[in-house]
T-cell receptor
Framework: DSGVTQTPKHLITATGQRVTLRCSPR?????VYWYQQSLDQGLQFLIQ???????AKGNILERFSAQQFPDLHSELNLSSLELGDSALYFC????????????FGPGTRLTVL | GESVGLHLPTLSVQEGDNSIINCAYS??????FIWYKQESGKGPQFIID?????DKRQGQRVTVLLNKTVKHLSLQIAATQPGDSAVYFC??????????????FGAGTRLFVKA
């Protein structure tokens, strides 16, 4: 158990819909990262937050957005969902902004029908 | 562009043998290189990292070698055990954004350990 929690574990929705994925980092970790893992694209970095502020962005679609709240939990919002958004979404956390040793949550499996 | 790739997608080794997983990278601006292990149904798990100004770093049963001349990274696992069966990813941390880092993962190598 990494100490990072993600909810929900599974999510099934329809195209065009909007969903919110939630992540609670390990106690004491200030950085949160979001990743998308699909069979054809592998593990793709989406975005990093540190102590509530966005620090780095990957190839995150404009339909996707995230935020980190004062209690350090984070949410990833995915809107206007497409079939191709079906994937595993992982959240990870680290103590500082450097991010070498990231602790990953169990992931949320999103299925868009 | 930025990319981290792997030479071998699948590696099968006998229990007790040493395993070597290889990785090629293309970005010379990385500060750190990292190895993660992902077991079925779980999130990736950190194994070891190496700073870009180092050539070798050892951990418990694992050694990472970095050859910057040919942009090559390898993970050596000594006395491989059945519990080592997983997908192994190399990754690189690159400074990005406002004082942040983005982690670029390779495609992954699946390691099978035969009993």
């Amino acid at each position: 158990d990494s100490g990072v929690t993600q909810t929900p574990k599974h999510l099934i929705t329809a195209t065009g819909q909007r969903v919110t994925l939630r992540c609670s980092p390990r106690s004491g970790d200030l950085s949160v990262y979001w990743y998308q893992q699909s069979l054809d694209q592998g593990l793709q970095f989406l975005i990093q937050y540190y102590n509530g502020e966005e620090r780095a962005k990957g190839n995150i679609l404009e339909r996707f957005s995230a935020q980190q709240f004062p209690d350090l939990h984070s949410e990833l919002n995915l809107s206007s969902l497409e079939l191709g958004d079906s994937a595993l979404y992982f959240c990870a956390s680290s103590v500082d902004w450097g991010g070498n040793e990231q602790f990953f949550g169990p992931g949320t499996r999103l299925t868009v029908l | 562009g930025e990319s981290v790739g792997l030479h071998l997608p699948t590696l099968s080794v006998q229990e007790g043998d040493n395993s070597i997983i290889n990785c090629a990278y293309s970005n010379s601006a990385s500060d750190y290189f990292i190895w993660y292990k992902q077991e079925s149904g779980k999130g990736p798990q950190f194994i070891i990292d190496i700073r870009s100004n180092m050539d070798k770093r050892q951990g418990q049963r694992v050694t990472v070698l970095l050859n910057k001349t040919v942009k090559h990274l390898s993970l050596q696992i000594a006395a491989t055990q059945p519990g080592d069966s997983a997908v192994y990813f190399c990754a690189e941390n690159i400074r990005a954004g406002t004082g942040g880092f983005k982690t670029i993962f390779g495609a992954g190598t699946r390691l099978f350990v035969k009993a």
